[in-house]
């Protein structure tokens, strides 16, 4: 029986043009990060299971993939009906940064500023748009507790979307101890805070009226009521340090649109100040968001560390690059040097090697056959040239130069080649 | 309890330096890969176990790690005795590429050319040198017969290695069928080839009398005696097509040593025609091979295609350049703006915007605290200047700029600090 050519479900292959724009894309990032003074920091794709389940990720802790013990240590566990994994795949990358930090600390400056894009993997259920593996591109400073590490990881983050040149993107800020002060001043009980601000979270996909309903069903008609006058507002008092980080944004991106919302949550647990989140007109949901979050190193027995970070949704941000045709280059060579026949392949291979030490992306056709495939291959590789090298040109020390898009072809040495394909760009 | 903060056994963590040298030498590969005309192509980190299983990738099976299936699926395999996992971490790139093509090989140009980088994820004995997860940088082409293809590919890679400034690769050439004739030559039982294989596969490690000592063992004195002369020969005959391919890589390639290795078996069962391996005499082992595998593909339920393909020993590359220095690039930035006080924050976060917009990577100091500690942490990033604006800076529209080699320091204009700071590189 034939194996399935289909990934599993969730999962996703990649054409050549979408490997070229992710690639691309995750250079631009780079960057701009980069360009912050963010240094790089790459962990593992597996995790200990303890670490992944033994921390502050709340409902993504249900979605780790775990994997199988192995050898002897399966079938020991598999006799004492122990557990039978011990490893699991990264569902975020904040908590691998938070051990990774907690064991590289002392080799690092302080504050250290991180940024680390790559794979995570959540077993969610597969669905339009949502992945079980997928990309992301996480910007951190770890030991400030100063509200310009909220702004240089806000700014930086508005650098990314402005090299893509995307137009529009919002910032809603809000504050954690905002929310836990509205909840108190509502009488919440405390065991239902929780729930509330699940509930208060969904505004932006059930809508303001539906919010209120589940709340009164949750808290009470009384606490609903203050809870929507405290929470459910278009904007919010900017107090200290949300002030000071709107100002400051407000002066360095003087086109951001930056604002308090009160009702913004940010799901992860983990939070314990700022939060904020960015948004544009063309989705609903976010482009990306972060938050203050101060005690996620503890738990890997270290001091108590002021952290803030944010992310970017790089596969929304790549739908919305898509979409607008922002996504423009190809994989594809700048010329093909046909093979005129097997005897002939050896000049052909010179030929692509000179070009090539000429800077272009050559591409030699790899097999045999008739001139007239050759020529649908490089049509199809989308070059800009077709190169044909037969026993006239290779006696008189000349190419066939064919430009694809308008059939033009004129006979030139190296040199006057290379110049022509070159000016294609 | 504290949770651990080192990785699992085997995975590694990378350090800011190490994260930006791997990424450089990705793009290095992915630059003289794509001006050979390959076109790059990605498939998940996860696949289904029926398609990791149901290969030729002999040895390699049984180091897949293997993730447990999820939900009611795993309660009920649980309760049926059944496999416990459905989905397993791919053992390496040239699987998932035979999958990917079998699926979209009619939207790709023939032959096609790809490309491929990513990490790949062993369960094997961790030991020094060894990962759990490692990157593999594979070359195809898919649907070409042609000997144009290995030249391709072989030199595709020597550029590879030419572009890290990396002299002395030798290329060690032989053909799976002159091994087979071998074999029937030396009358050795059908059943007793393959280990024949594996003993001749040790030669570099073990030295040549290790190597018969165990042939004869295996097939006895008369078919090893035979065999040493085939196969244990320091220069092997070139037949077609072996001849051809020296020829074009040599023409190709002034400086590029190769040469037919009788003993040259490459592990990998799929392999049906030539096949290559790339040695430096800085280690022992191979800096990456490949080889002909023309049927592949078949399992996915395709017509047998021709295929060739050649893979790039990522670790030990990255091994070998740490050691030469050929590494030498930080993830440093220009220059660190120091923050005087909190009063000033917003001067510094403007000035370093100033910077940035400028094409310069500027740090802004995240933090609070003395001017001493921030010099400190600018020395720490391996800045090369070190920016101060304090009160009377910010009215005289001014700043400090401290070079952090020499101490030297002077007040300058945006523009000026701009040009100096520049110019340092």
């Not at 590490?149 to 508005?158: C, D, F, K, P, R």
């Not at 996620?296 to 970017?312: D, N, Q, Y």
Request: aromatic share 8%; net charge neutral.
């Amino acid at each position: 029986m034939a194996l399935p050519t289909t990934p599993p479900s969730g999962f996703r292959d990649f054409l050549p043009d979408q490997v070229a724009a992710r690639a691309r894309a995750v250079e631009t990032i780079t960057g701009v990060y980069r360009s912050f003074g963010f240094q790089p920091v790459a962990t593992p794709a597996v995790e200990e299971l303890s670490v992944l389940t033994g921390q502050g990720g709340g409902e993504n802790e249900k979605l780790i993939f775990k994997i199988m013990k192995r050898g002897e240590a399966y079938s020991r566990a598999l006799e004492e009906r122990s557990d039978l994994a011990d490893l699991g795949l990264r569902f975020d990358l904040t908590l691998p940064l938070a051990r990774w930090y907690s064991k590289h600390g002392s080799q690092l400056s302080h504050p250290f500023k991180a940024f680390n894009l790559g794979p995570v993997w959540r077993a969610e259920r597969a669905q339009k748009g949502r992945y079980r593996e997928f990309t992301q591109c996480d910007v951190d400073i770890i030991g400030s507790d100063s509200w310009g590490a909220e702004v240089e990881v806000i700014t930086a983050i508005l650098a990314v979307f402005k090299a893509f040149g995307l137009d529009g993107v919002k910032v809603h800020l809000n504050d954690r101890r905002l929310v836990d002060q509205a909840l108190a001043a509502a009488s919440v009980p405390e065991d239902k805070r929780g729930h509330a601000c699940v509930v208060v979270d969904k505004l932006d996909k059930i809508g303001r009226d539906a919010v209120i309903a589940e709340l009164v069903a949750s808290v009470g008609q009384a606490a609903a009521d203050a809870l929507v006058k405290s929470l459910l507002v278009e904007d919010g008092a900017a107090t200290e340090p949300l002030d000071k980080i709107i100002a400051a944004v407000k002066a360095l991106v003087p086109a951001a649109s930056i604002a308090v919302d009160p009702s913004l949550m940010r799901g992860m647990g983990y939070y314990t100040g700022p939060v904020f989140e960015f948004r544009h007109a063309s989705l609903s949901g976010s482009l990306g968001g972060g938050g203050r979050y101060d005690r996620l190193t503890e738990k890997f027995g270290g001091p108590s560390t002021p952290a803030c970070g944010g992310s970017i949704g790089f596969e929304r941000l790549m739908l919305i690059l898509e979409e607008t045709g922002k996504n423009g280059d190809t994989a594809a060579p700048d010329a093909v040097v046909t093979v005129f026949s097997d005897e002939l392949r050896g000049r052909s291979l010179e030929i692509g090697a000179a070009l090539r030490a000429k800077g272009l992306a050559i591409d030699v056709y790899p097999g045999g056959g008739k001139l007239k495939t050759q020529f649908k291959y490089a049509d199809q590789k989308k070059a800009g040239y077709a190169i044909v090298i037969g026993p006239d040109e290779a006696g008189r020390g000349v190419m066939q130069v064919k430009a694809l898009a308008t059939g033009e072809e004129q006979a030139l040495t190296l040199d006057e080649a290379c110049a022509l394909i070159a000016g294609k760009h």
